[in-house]
């Protein structure tokens, strides 16, 4: 019969399986995070050259923001791309979990995440602190570079064999594509009259100041643990 392990030895044990493997995680999703800001940054100056035989007052441009932010902004657009530091793992109750592939290895659903959000570009530019952006898209990485998007319309179904496709750049450019049209569907909508009917003096200070009137695009946006009503 084996000796039982001291509670140090199960402490040591649990960190090399799942601390390990978190780090390991994180590091596949760096440079999965990586990857895509260099193909952001292709894509923007290849859209650039297009509009500019157009209209070269519609702006198309790629900013880095640190290690973990970057932002491609067109038209009246900004794409904020930010990779979360943080592993997580898929709830028990996700459909993901049907699939061979993790009931094979259930260490394969510790992923890395990649959240993009969708912003007015005059959000930014005005510092309108108060303006809301929309979740469009959310991409996990594991540790095999297996991956799988959430989001609506064509993000939540192209994206979505997680068991069997590995990420690259291809797929990575197909994914900033999809995000942009996606956003590009939508337009900005006039507030509601009655939101909009009373304002103090200070506000309108503000407004001056920083143009402060909260705006948002309505994305219509929702997870599927969320409500399926709203497109």
Known sequence: ??????????????????????QSVFRQTTDVFNEFKVEAQKLAEELKDEMCKVD???????????????????????????????????????????????????????????????????????????????????????????YLVEGKRQLGFLYNDFANETINNDKIRSILESTILYSMDFDLLTPPYEAMKEVSVMDIIEVTNAIKIKTGKRLGFKFQVDSNNIE
């Open 1 to 22: 019969m084996a000796d039982k392990k001291s509670p140090k030895e199960l402490i040591i044990d649990v960190l090399k399986e799942k601390a390990c493997l978190k």
């Open 56 to 146: 070269n007052n519609v702006v198309l441009d790629f900013t880095e923001k640190g290690d973990f932010e970057f932002h491609i902004k067109f038209g009246g657009d900004i794409l904020v791309f930010y990779m979360h530091t943080n592993v997580f793992e898929f709830p028990k109750s996700h459909q993901i979990w049907t699939n061979s592939y993790l009931k094979d290895n259930p260490l394969r659903s510790y992923c890395g995440m990649i959240n993009v959000y969708n912003f007015l570009s005059d959000s930014f530019k005005y510092n309108r602190i108060n303006d809301t952006g929309y979740l469009v898209a959310r991409c996990f990485i594991n540790n095999e570079k297996h």
